[in-house]
């Protein structure tokens, strides 16, 4: 294996490994890349695993900055709102932003990762090995122990990049050996993937450009569209309830599943005729917000991605994050030797991991309950309406975290407690935007907002 | 007005205009855009006239020399293939490609004009003027007359470029004063554009991610998404027929519209309650094949787009065709002067747009008729099976037209042709796939077709 100057091993050859061994193979870089399962080009996920993902600003930026944007785009479906379903089957639809280049797109994560696997591994400088776990690394030696099989090697690596993910093995011997912690909370609400079939003629049986939401307070549902005409469904619930409330638990049976279903959420169920039988077989999943203290080792490994910092979906910024730390991470390492701008990555990083982490977890309730309350409308229509008066100021921060990618994800955070106080205050007595004072509004967020410009 | 080295007249601000005044002003010269009817930004088309188009490959590849696609892609809906509708209701759903692609996007007329004008008009170097008819012009003095509500006024002008469409006055005048001559085919078949509404919550009744036809023989409808989950339809029948055979001239009130729709697209009527009503209300919509023998005075103005040669829709070509005019006679001026570029780009671009017009008008027999017939079948899937085995000298006339702006529009029109022919007699005696001698295959397509690379 070389070990000249200029070569790095990644570990993980999802989403950010494959992404990251682009943009370093493409300087020139020697990559070497190691991946737990099967090659998913030729085996992809099968259902039940998170199939599709919401791609949004900063994914498309950093595909952009990789040179993949225009592959990248035949996989992409728009959806320009949420599709609100209350428990009668009556649906609201509220769009994502006010411009029409404002949307997000459905993209299958098989697709898109075979896609990055693809150019990845049509670069002359780019090696790949699958089915090879990683379980065991010696970072004073510089060695990974992988099991490929019932055997297990050692080899060595100069420089290591670990994208290996929530499990991932670098980070549980990055803490060991530095002497440091990471937390990791477990959202005591689960996943359940589900498929919401084509109708006939792969027609989609709801709207196709919206992401579809139905928020029952402790719990939802949601959709994404698939060009196949098929949707990717969700249900998020608790795994238990003590007080009778529905939960994973109490679902351990075909009729348990469909009672659950018929009681709260009867249209999606009258499209999903064997929804009983999937929801029996697919894991129930699990979701971390991993907040580690450290990422790096400050000298040969550093980690990426959900790897660093894995976040609960509900931002849909997985994925959006994680691409993001490749071009950071990329855009370091073109300047300074590798200890340097690893250090710097997770010193810059951090903050901004934190805060998406931070509304991820918040989304949750905005998604599964907010939005059903009277103001979440008139907060919107009221964003909106001081989004296009005062531009360089007020940003939804759901618009600044999908839509702005110049906007790092701690700036959004900080300016959106800003904003949610100003709403908060503006809409506290107004039952429609006609009550609200316009010109007491842009005092407000004259004195409590700086200039975008100013602080990017 | 400014008569410097680098001042251009663009007449018409439609897609072609719109899109060239970009792509010159980028470059630094004083562009000045003249446009027959109201601005479309606060005047979008009204139902009616062709409101949504394909986009394909060519007008892709020349947004993004244009470095307008990334600003495109949110407008697009992936269409990945052809479902065809029979009589009885029943579909079948053919793909475009055999990768992924290889799909073409629906985009609004008006959302993408709107892009265009909006990206035209923040360029400083741009001067815009709508509502301004042009009704005379003379090459000699360089001037353009044009009315303006009841005002007639004289401008000068250095260097005309005329996107004044299938009407243009430029066209006209340029015959006239050079003793040249276009033939005009008027297709005896006209369009009719309706709406599918969408079904509750946006929801669309057809697959979205599909361009649905409804294949009749002489005459067919078909159908592109929207992304506010109508679709736009189009009714393309002849204009009169002697054997009592379906035509406009017969569907002239409520009753005769809606018999003919019950008889032959049933299932589309059951999903367009004010179809009649519509239908008598929108113009009928002719198409023509227009051929000149000149597109320029080789001294100061030139015809682009439908101008030089409207072509029938058939192949979702024109705009496609139209702003790979537009890229071709840029990077033409970019070299040399207006006179000279202009001669050369007509000379050079001639017989692409008259392969295009001619295939346009083929793809119309196989849309609403050969996509019937069973070795239609057969022959697309041999087809992608060639291409397979056989990528740098066999790609299917479709795919070469919609996925390739690399091979032009007359290559791959003289190529479709040996292409037929082998098809053809490949499967003359084979009822399937597994009929057909690959070896023979291969030596045929060996003799008969030069590797690509070769020829481009």
């Not at 659950?260 to 129930?284: Q, R, V, W, Y």
């Amino acid at each position: 294996m070389n070990r000249g100057s200029s070569h790095v091993t990644i570990l993980g050859g999802g989403l950010a490994g494959s992404l990251m061994t682009i943009l370093l193979a493409r300087r020139g870089i020697l990559v070497h890349l190691i991946e737990r399962r099967a090659d998913l080009r030729s085996h992809p996920l099968s259902g039940g695993r998170s199939i599709n993902l919401a791609l949004a600003d900063r994914g498309l930026h950093a595909l952009k900055v990789a040179g993949l944007y225009e592959a990248v785009v035949p996989l992409l479906i728009p959806m320009s709102g949420r599709m609100l379903h209350d428990i009668d089957g009556n649906t609201q639809y509220v769009a994502y932003g006010q411009r029409e280049h404002e949307v997000i797109y459905s993209v299958s994560r098989n697709g898109l990762t075979q896609l990055l696997l693809n150019h990845a591994s049509r670069l002359p400088n780019v090696s790949m090995q699958f089915d090879s776990e990683c379980v065991d690394v010696n970072f004073e030696q510089r060695e990974l122990s992988l099991t490929q099989h019932t055997t297990t090697s050692v080899i060595p690596y100069q420089q290591l990049i670990a994208a290996d993910g929530y499990h991932s093995v670098v980070r549980q011997h990055l803490l060991q050996s530095t002497h440091s912690d990471a937390s990791d909370d477990l959202l005591p609400h689960g996943y359940k993937e589900l498929t919401l079939p084509a109708g006939s003629n792969r027609q989609h049986q709801l709207a196709a450009n919206a992401l579809h939401i139905w928020p029952r307070g402790g719990f939802m549902l949601i959709a994404l569209p698939n060009i196949d005409g098929t949707f990717t469904v969700t249900l998020f619930l608790p795994f238990d309830s003590n007080d009778g409330s529905p939960s994973f638990s109490r679902l351990h049976d075909h009729s348990s599943v469909i009672d659950f279903f018929s009681e709260f959420f009867p249209d999606a169920l009258a499209l999903m005729p064997n929804l009983a039988s999937e929801f029996l077989i697919h894991p129930t999943g699990k979701m971390h917000t991993i907040r580690s203290t450290r990422w790096t080792n400050d000298s040969n490994a550093v980690l990426i991605g959900d790897a660093a910092h894995a976040i609960v979906p509900f931002h849909g910024q997985g994925m959006n994050c994680a691409f993001e730390d490749c071009i950071e991470l990329d855009a370091l390492l073109k300047q300074r030797p590798f200890a340097e701008a690893t250090t710097l990555f997770a010193r810059q990083r951090k903050p901004n991991a934190d805060a998406i982490a931070d509304m991820a977890l918040e989304n949750y309730i905005e998604m599964r309950d907010t939005v059903r309350h009277p103001k979440f409308l008139l907060q919107k229509e009221l964003s909106f309406e001081l989004e296009r008066r005062f531009p360089d100021r007020f940003i939804p921060r759901y618009s600044m975290v999908m839509f702005h990618h110049a906007i790092p994800y701690a700036i959004a955070y900080e300016r959106g407690k800003i904003q949610t106080q100003i709403l908060d205050e503006l809409t506290s007595h107004a039952n429609g935007i006609d009550d609200i004072d316009m010109a007491i509004a842009g005092k407000m967020i004259e004195e409590r907002l700086p200039k975008l410009a100013s602080v990017l």
